[in-house]
């Protein structure tokens, strides 16, 4: 079997797979990262939704021959501590019921915040279609994405502000 590395979550990993080994399940069963989760194992739910190279992917799509050299980020690599705005938000929206597709939704979201910060409702819509909810909670998850932009934006202000103090402060 052939050896890969993976830069997944800002750290290599290396181990053996066959090449033809989904993603999917390199994360979660070689390396223990279960908070991406197997949904239908065809791309069509977007539980599985990691970040590749920055973009939303379907990790049971992707060979893990065709990962290597590409940065990898999954739910567990978003914050450590849930402390990634969406996360907060999701908490504060009470958005999750059965939780299974979150991961997923929360992923997609985060790609979305990286490309439009301040998303309209249609291009929340547009970003979120593909994710599926068996609960059907995308009224919540849509406010979550506006209050996660919010508290990105604030998050923003806040540290300009703060440079722009520490600035002054030492030419002042």
Same mark, same amino acid.
């Given at each position: 079997? *052939?050896?890969?590395? $993976?830069?997944?979550? /800002? !750290? ?14 390199? $994360?979660?069963?070689?390396? @223990?990262?279960? /908070?991406?989760?197997? /949904? ?10 990691? @970040? $590749?190279? /920055? ?6 799509? +992707? ?8 940065? +990898?980020?999954?739910?567990?690599? $978003?914050?450590?501590?849930?402390? @990634? ?7 504060? !929206?009470?958005? *999750? ?43 919540? +998850?849509?406010?979550?994405? @506006? ?19 520490? !600035? ?5």
């Amino acid at each position: 079997m *052939p050896a890969y590395t $993976l830069t997944v979550n /800002g !750290e290599p990993r290396r181990f053996e797979a066959a090449a033809d080994t989904p993603l999917l399940w390199v $994360l979660r069963d070689v390396l @223990h990262l279960t /908070g991406t989760k197997y /949904g239908c194992g065809a791309g069509l739910c977007r539980a599985c939704t990691i @970040h $590749l190279d /920055g973009e939303a992917s379907f990790s049971c799509q +992707i060979p893990i021959s065709a990962a290597e050299g590409r940065n +990898i980020t999954t739910i567990e690599g $978003l914050s450590p501590d849930r402390s @990634h705005p969406l996360q907060q938000a999701w908490i504060e !929206e009470d958005v *999750p019921q059965c939780g299974y597709c979150q991961p997923g939704q929360i992923m997609s979201a985060a790609a979305l915040l990286a490309r439009t910060p301040s998303p309209s409702d249609d291009d929340i819509d547009a970003a979120m279609r593909s994710n599926l909810c068996r609960c059907g909670t995308y009224n919540r +998850i849509r406010s979550a994405i @506006h209050r996660a932009a919010k508290m990105k934006q604030a998050g923003a202000t806040a540290a300009a502000a703060s440079g722009a103090n520490a !600035e002054e402060t030492r030419h002042g």
